[in-house]
């Protein structure tokens, strides 16, 4: 399988948690998630909204980025910070993963579909 792009954004309820959930769990990516290739966070200039990108090499890497941030409860937390608007995955993943994110409201866009577009 190839790369694996998420995208997702939203508003900001509370600038200040979420600035330091995003310190927390980069810092957690960068010391224990080598298969996480990348990720960019953009704010607008009010810090009302956000953007953000993520890499993966597969989707065991983002199994592991999942486990990682559901043990130190960035999600819980970080709903309290944010409203998300929308959250795509770009690529092929397996069916767990499916099972982890559509419950969030993932939308899913294949390869096949990318192509197409």
């Known amino acids: 399988m190839s ?12 600038r200040q948690a979420f600035d330091g959930l995003l310190k927390e769990a ?19 200039e009010e810090g009302a909204r956000f953007l953000a990108h993520e890499a993966y090499a597969d989707s ?34 397996t069916a767990e993963v499916r099972q982890a994110l559509e419950p969030m409201g993932f939308q899913f866009l294949g390869l096949a579909e990318q192509a197409r577009g």
Do not use: C, K, W
């Open 26 to 44: 980069v810092a957690g990516v960068e010391a224990e998630l080598p298969g996480t290739l990348g990720y960019e966070f953009y704010v607008d």
């Open 60 to 93: 065991t890497a983002i199994l592991a980025h999942l486990q990682h941030l559901t043990e130190s409860g960035i999600p819980q937390r970080m709903m309290g910070a944010v409203a998300f608007e929308s959250a795509f995955v770009l690529g092929d993943v």
């Open 3 to 14: 790369r694996i792009i998420i995208v997702n954004h939203g508003t900001i309820a509370d």
